[in-house]
């Protein structure tokens, strides 16, 4: 999107205050402010030291100035100014010391966010279900990759190579009791009790998710939405966020709760009993143990399938609240799960005289299954996304409608980094030299090895990014001069300004960024599953023999693969550990999850809480005990930034007679520039006019400078206009009268600041009539 489309956006022409109108009011109004991404303290959003908490816990509360905790005794006294209330939501995504723990959980965000992208469709039921179905079973696939590479760790590197090799535990002693040399054959000793006793990690894994999964929902999704029925000139088909059920998904992500801890289960049973099955039919091998294994195996296929079909069964129930729950399947699957675990543990550690530890655990089949279907899953994903796109083609809409897929795809290579992370580094803890065991399998050194060349490309693609933004930058020049005109002119000040609107520019060139990543992550993980399953070898082994370029090309690769993501792993968790400590830290990481955990676990139970399952029902509350009072009252909710789109889903939750109440005053608002396009089934332009069409008015200010907000860009036939010009950023060029000192330039934040701000907000207070919807005109209505 250049700058030219950006200002498009021009003035309403006479305000809703003028006279003429016959609007005037006398009832109490309110301004609700709900803050954006980062969070603000109530004393910044009220400005004033003094304020009271006055409905609301320490999670997520309203506040109100102390001077105006009875303003509804003394209406009085705001005739000529709204009651302020402040709604901060802060603690959801930033609060105690554990939300550190949730970025284990990014590529499950990651995934779950992409059930949200499909393409907005039309009388395509069946389409968009297999849609939903695709990105659930990613979802499951990432889930198992993740306890894969904790079984990864602790069964093949831990307690199969460096507990079966002297030399390696001799340099660790705490696996002293575990080597056959070590213990002079101890009990524990057995390879098979070994892998018995490390299962233990990949399991309490499972666990904590599991525990995490269950413990913040009931902390921030069981929050009820107001329960009412859909009422038959409800018009809410422009964006299902309107439906009474659409931020309760309770039923669903206990179901899929159940199903991906089963997986987990699963996945360690399949770890242990395979090694020792493996063992067992060998040429002369014991008959009773071998029946088991084949026994145990297909008790492990059955209940993995049961996993699959629940994964596959209807997903969200959104037209009403999914208060009853799958009573036997969510407690008896996991419970079916963990018994066939204990029986491959048991079997696992039965006597077996002349067993012995020797190479690595089958894990390259393992994870190339996994990377294949994962890589299957995308390809089939894109198709549908596609056909669905046809159905109702978006100009706007990122990547063509093709966002979805590509954005599970980061989110598996991002989980095959993560575990190929944690795999190398553990490996190289535990041989330090590099000679006593094997290491991880080949086939994560393959991935690791495509890091480097990946990195080069997206490089590359950033630097041809920054080049066009450049060239903006050049064009600016003339444009800043032109908004100052008459101010003494200042190089240095023109350079500032409209460099500052040229990276601001960059945002909506994400999509193509993406697209980039994605296809070229595609790409190069498919020729290192092709590489590591056709040579066995690593890639620098596997380039033995070949030109002396290729050869180096493969060492290099392979060196720089496994510093990244060493580096990777370590500023990981080093990140993690500050977070855990520092306030701040968290604060940051806390924007990560403003933006990611907005929607509700529809693909994946163990992502990150849905915050937005607490604070929309908050604001509906709220918005609805205010306008459903009978002396007349007014509302007006303003959002900043992500505080705009929690106030847009609170609004379409609304009855249509409430919504008819409310003003919307959005700033600095994504909802067209990044929900419009990265979720057009949700915030397209359909549903954006609705939601116009809906509430009494709106309006939208942002600014050239702003690289999150945009306009809304309703068609021509959306009367009122909601946009307005875009605000001058900085407020004054020079030094004048008001601004005797520099000002400075604003961006995406102190919407608050600029005179518009104020103006537009007394605009929208005086068009509300109390007590009465405002007439629309014709236009809008029909719209």
Not at 39 to 55: A, F, Q, S
Not at 182 to 192: E, F, L, R
Not at 449 to 470: K, N, T
Not at 694 to 721: A, F, H, K, M, Q
């Amino acid at each position: 999107m250049e700058l030219a489309e950006r200002r498009g956006a021009d003035d309403a022409t006479e305000g809703p205050d003028d006279p003429g109108t016959g609007r005037t009011g006398t009832g109490i109004a309110l301004e609700l402010l709900v803050h954006g991404v980062g969070g603000k303290t109530p004393e910044d959003m009220l400005d004033d030291p003094r304020t009271v908490r006055i409905t609301g816990d320490d999670t997520a509360a309203v506040f109100r100035r102390a001077d105006d905790v009875d303003a509804e005794d003394r209406p009085q006294d705001h005739r000529g100014e709204p009651v302020r209330e402040a709604y901060v939501w802060c603690n959801l995504t930033s609060g105690n010391s554990a939300r550190a723990l949730w970025l284990l959980l990014l590529p499950f965000m990651v995934v779950n966010l992409a059930h949200w992208m499909r393409p907005t469709a039309r009388d395509h039921g069946r389409t968009v279900r297999l849609y939903g179905l695709l990105v659930r079973l990613a979802g499951l696939t990432l889930t198992v990759l993740l306890v894969a590479a904790a079984c990864e760790v602790a069964l093949d590197l831990a307690a199969w190579q460096c507990a079966g090799t002297r030399a390696c535990a001799d340099r660790h002693s705490w696996l002293g009791f575990l080597s056959p040399t070590v213990s002079n054959g101890g009990w524990w000793s057995d390879p098979g009790r070994r892998l018995a006793l490390a299962a233990v990690v990949p399991a309490a894994l499972t666990g904590l998710l599991w525990y995490l999964s269950r413990r913040t929902w009931s902390a921030y999704e069981s929050q009820q939405p107001i329960a009412r029925e859909p009422e038959p000139d409800e018009e809410t088909g422009g964006s299902s966020l309107g439906r009474p059920g659409f931020w309760y998904g309770r039923r669903l992500v206990a179901r899929l709760r159940a199903a991906h801890t089963a997986a987990g289960l699963l996945t360690v049973a399949a770890a242990v009993g395979s090694a020792a099955a493996r063992f067992d039919r060998r040429p002369g091998g014991p008959a009773l143990l071998d029946t088991l294994g084949w026994t145990l195996d297909a008790a492990l296929v059955a209940c993995a399938a049961v996993v699959v079909w629940v994964v596959c069964r209807r997903g969200r129930s959104e037209n009403r609240l999914g208060q009853e729950l799958d009573e036997h399947l969510v407690r008896r699957l996991p419970l079916a799960a963990l018994g066939l675990l204990a029986l491959a543990l048991v079997y696992a550690g039965w006597d077996r005289p002349g067993w012995q530890s020797t190479g690595r655990l089958p894990g390259d089949p393992t994870f190339g299954a996994i990377a294949f279907i994962q890589g299957l899953l995308v390809i089939v994903l894109a198709v549908v996304a596609h056909l669905l796109y046809r159905t109702r083609p978006d100009a706007r809409a990122a990547m063509r409608g093709l966002g979805g897929p590509a954005v599970v795809m980061l989110a598996c290579a991002l989980g095959g980094v993560m575990s190929g992370g944690v795999s190398q580094r553990v490996a190289d803890w535990l041989d330090g030299t590099g000679t006593s065991i094997v290491g991880p399998p080949v086939l994560l050194t393959w991935q690791a090895s495509v890091i480097p060349p990946l990195l080069v490309l997206v490089l590359l693609f950033c630097g041809g990014l920054g080049w066009r933004a450049w060239r903006l930058r050049r064009t600016e020049l003339g444009t800043v001069e032109l908004d100052y005109t008459g101010e003494p002119q200042d190089p240095a000040r023109t350079r500032r300004i409209a460099t500052t609107r040229a990276m601001a520019t960059l945002t909506d060139r994400a999509p193509l960024l993406v697209a980039v990543t994605s296809a070229a992550t595609l790409l190069l993980g498919a020729g290192a599953l092709v590489g590591a399953l056709t040579t066995d070898a690593t890639p620098s082994k596997a380039a033995d023999g070949t030109y002396a370029f290729v050869h180096g090309a493969a060492e290099t690769a392979q060196a720089l693969g496994s510093w990244l993501i060493g580096f990777g792993f370590i500023l990981f968790v080093t990140w993690g550990r500050r977070a855990y400590k520092d306030a701040s830290a968290r604060r940051t990481i806390g924007i990560l999850w403003d933006v990611g955990t907005f929607w509700p676990r529809a693909a994946h139970p163990f992502a990150p809480p849905c915050y937005a399952e607490r604070a929309v029902p908050d604001l509906t509350w709220r918005m609805a005990t205010w306008t459903g009072a009978e002396d007349g009252r007014r509302l007006v909710i303003s959002g900043h930034s992500q505080g705009s789109v929690l106030a847009a889903a609170a609004a379409w939750q609304l009855t249509p007679a409430d919504r008819k109440r409310v003003a919307l005053l959005t700033y600095g608002s994504p909802l067209e520039r990044l929900y419009g396009r990265w979720f057009p089934a949700h915030f397209g332009q359909a549903a954006l006019t609705s939601l116009h069409a809906d509430v009494d008015c709106w309006r939208n200010l942002y600014r050239l400078t702003d690289p999150i907000g945009g306009p809304v860009r309703l068609p021509g036939s959306c009367t009122p206009e909601v946009d307005r010009e875009p605000l001058r950023d900085p407020l004054a060029y020079g030094r004048t009268p008001e601004h005797p000192l520099p000002a400075p330039i604003l961006g995406h934040g102190d919407y608050q600041a600029d005179p518009a701000f104020a103006k537009e907000r007394e605009r929208l207070l005086a068009r509300l009539r109390p007590g009465v919807p405002a007439q629309r005109p014709e236009t809008a209505a029909e719209s």
